[in-house]
Antibody
Framework: QVQLQESGPGLVKPSGTLSLSCAVSGASIGSDDYYSWVRQPPGKGLEWIGQIYQSGSTRYCPSLQSRVAISIDKSKNQLSLQLTSVTAADTAVYYC??????????WGQGTLVTVSS | EIVLTQSPGTLSLSPGERATLSCRTT???????LTWYQHKPGQAPRLIIYSASSRATGIPDRFSGSLSGTDFTLTISRLEPEDFAVYYCQQYIPSFSGSFSGYTFGQGTKLEVK
């Protein structure tokens, strides 16, 4: 059974960089899989941030594209998210998810990141 | 830009009743690109329906999905207490001539106990 677990700082200062990791267990991240990051600001809906394929190929949400980077570390079997120049609007629960076809059957539990000084 | 619009925003029903949740997209879409998730506070979203009408593993048959043109519907035939949650539709947007390719979510429908 594939499991995902997000980790990273729960507090980031404005204008700083948000950095999260997603550890994958029960599957090799180098296999034929896509992974995504999704976030949910407090009181709002889900927002897709971007995706990465095992080859390292990425696609990002247009509204975040200039600030976001998703990467894969096959040696650690994890993926990472970096979001630069953060503001309070980036405060959210951040999830990583594994694709199957065009849906996301497997999600991490999510991690809350607050942007505040 | 493709937008998913869910309605109603909030649906108040009682256990045992039938729930019908709608999601409208701005252009016709292949059924395999459409998904429904259930989301409860403090939990990860849960895949309910994929490819517009296929139930995910472990999802009871009271949940069903359908697609008609640009209208995507999730029906819960007889509500159980554990079904009250927020439901999101999701669409994959394939790339055409280098344009945006990725995913978008509807704004959600909150299914609450009446």
């Amino acid at each position: 059974q594939v499991q995902l677990q997000e980790s990273g700082p729960g507090l980031v200062k404005p204008s700083g960089t948000l950095s999260l990791s997603c550890a994958v267990s029960g599957a090799s991240i180098g296999s034929d899989d896509y992974y995504s990051w999704v976030r949910q600001p407090p009181g709002k809906g889900l927002e897709w941030i971007g995706q990465i394929y095992q080859s390292g190929s990425t696609r990002y949400c247009p509204s975040l594209q200039s600030r976001v980077a998703i990467s894969i570390d096959k040696s650690k079997n994890q993926l990472s998210l970096q979001l630069t120049s953060v503001t309070a609007a980036d405060t959210a629960v951040y999830y990583c998810a594994r694709h199957s076809g065009f849906s996301f059957p497997t999600w991490g539990q999510g991690t809350l990141v607050t942007v505040s000084s | 830009e493709i937008v998913l619009t869910q309605s109603p925003g909030t649906l108040s029903l009682s256990p045992g009743e039938r729930a019908t949740l709608s999601c409208r997209t701005t252009q016709s879409v292949e059924s395999r690109f459409l998904t429904w998730y259930q989301h409860k506070p403090g939990q990860a979203p849960r895949l309910i329906i994929y490819s517009a009408s296929s139930r995910a593993t472990g999802i009871p048959d009271r949940f069903s999905g359908s697609l008609s043109g640009t209208d995507f519907t999730l029906t819960i035939s007889r509500l159980e207490p554990e079904d009250f949650a927020v439901y999101y539709c999701q669409q994959y947007i394939p790339s055409f001539s280098g344009s945006f390719s990725g995913y978008t979510f509807g704004q959600g429908t909150k299914l609450e106990v009446k």
